[in-house]
């Protein structure tokens, strides 16, 4: 099984640039994440989705959109680029609400 | 709002040394709580949980009971190994569907 992957695992972005980071999961599971790490900051949630069609926003949506067409993939759109937005970032997915989430192996951004 | 507070580290500790990481919540609803492990260059992934008050989670040696009365979720391990060398997180669900994580606590096991 595949579980979660992301694409890509490393990215340098100039600042204001765009980019999208892919995120596709297979098996089957409506809830979708988005988190970024900082150091000692733990895992912040950006964006979250509960099925194909509906996303809400999470605790730092700023500068960051989503999409959820399909019930596999969870796309993350940062516009303009900036610095503050170096990070790494998870996507993960669930069965429920309250159960175990898998994660992919993180996407690390830099922004310069 | 939801809030998981946790054990400061970094932790370093000698193979076989009993390790506990605190953790804290603070929930409006009923949570379930998990413990999250990261191992160096890796996305977290699940170590145990426990949906509801009393419960006891366990798996590979480490243990954590929900504590309602304190609002607690200790992680604990009697006798740690160097592959224990990870990031712990605690973390939160509640009904609206997000975990909630904690800052994490990195260990470090000495041979």
């Known amino acids: 099984n595949a579980g979660v992957t992301q694409t890509p695992k490393f990215r340098i972005l100039k600042i204001g640039q765009s980019m999208t980071l892919q995120c596709a999961q297979d098996m089957n599971h409506n809830y979708m994440y988005w988190y970024r790490q900082d150091p000692g900051m733990g895992l912040k949630l950006i964006y979250y989705s509960v099925g194909a069609g509906i996303t809400d926003k999470g605790e730092v949506p700023n500068g960051y959109n989503v999409s959820r067409s399909t019930t596999e993939d969870f796309p993350l759109r940062l516009e303009l680029a900036a610095p503050s937005q170096t990070s790494v970032y998870f996507c993960?997915?669930?069965?429920?609400?309250?159960?175990?989430?898998?994660f992919g192996q993180g996407t690390r951004l830099t922004v310069v | 709002g939801n809030s998981v507070t946790q054990m400061e580290g970094p932790v370093t500790l000698s193979e076989e040394a009993f390790l506990t990481i605190n953790c804290t919540y603070t929930a409006t609803g009923y949570p379930s709580l998990f413990w999250y492990v990261q191992y160096p260059g890796e996305g977290l992934q699940l170590l145990l949980k426990a949906t509801k008050a009393d419960d006891k989670g366990s798996n590979k040696g480490f243990e954590a009971t929900y504590r309602k009365e304190t609002t607690s979720f200790h992680l604990e391990k009697g006798s740690v190994q160097v592959s224990d060398s990870a990031v712990y997180f605690c973390?939160?669900?509640?009904?609206?569907?997000?975990?909630?994580f904690g800052a994490g606590t990195t260990v470090t096991v000495r041979a």
């Open positions: 993960a997915s669930a069965t429920g609400g309250i159960g175990e989430a898998f």
């Open positions: 973390a939160l669900s509640d009904s609206d569907y997000k975990l909630s």
